[in-house]
């Protein structure tokens, strides 16, 4: 790192929890603390939310993030241990991830783009369900797809909505990404598919009139969505810090084999 490899300067960024913002304290009071702009590393107190949210706020600047559990799940995050900080983030594993790009189409021919480092997901809107066809790359995969919609999940991200989907767990590397339905009526049986992380996968809504769909890209809503193309975007890269007795891929694949 630039100014001292031993000893990073640190910005601390927290959610509004008690234990989260209880750290920050802490961690002020313990080491001299900087701004975003001015740090080299950006520490983050929550849960994967919290970080998910530091990634799009600080993401112009580049900066690795080293995220210490203070939330509930905390499955990308390390362990918050406030001691020897500076020494853990100096000797920390990077982890590099690209996002998904997400560009919305609407009715009059509008869009909307917008950056998604854990998955899109195209859902109803509505009671009625979901009426849509998907291709890969360029291809009719599937003519009709009914249910409550698709998931498309990154490695980083397919613990999190995709796996409460029932979607793959994907290792970090293995250049995929996850297509997973959601509540699937037509057809039943589909568990979904694994794509190269090169693919472009476009939804399309088949009655926008009566079944009108959001597209999410992270935590960012889209509404009365006509279809969605997304493909991963490897101009855009975050660094993720981990501990090295505490990595991403190890915690990927440990989850593969939890009861």
Known sequence: MSRNASK????????SAVAARTAQADLAARYDLVDPGDCEVIVALGGDGLLLHTIHEHLQLGRPIFGMNRGTVGFLMNQYRPDGLLERVAAATPITIHPLRMAAAYADGSLSHALAFNEVAVTRLSAHSANLRLSIDGVERMPVFMGDGLIVATPAGSTAYNLSAHGPIIPLGSNLLAVTPVSPFRPRRWKGALVPHTAEIVVENLDADKRPLAATAD?????????????EDPSTTVQLL?????SLEERIITEQFLS
Request: hydrophobic fraction near 50%; aromatic fraction near 12%; charged fraction near 15%.
């Open 8 to 15: 990073p300067h640190i910005a601390c960024v927290a959610s």
């Open 219 to 231: 935590f960012h809503e889209l509404f009365h969505v006509v279809s969605v193309t997304i493909r």
């Open 242 to 246: 981990f501990d090295a007795d505490h």
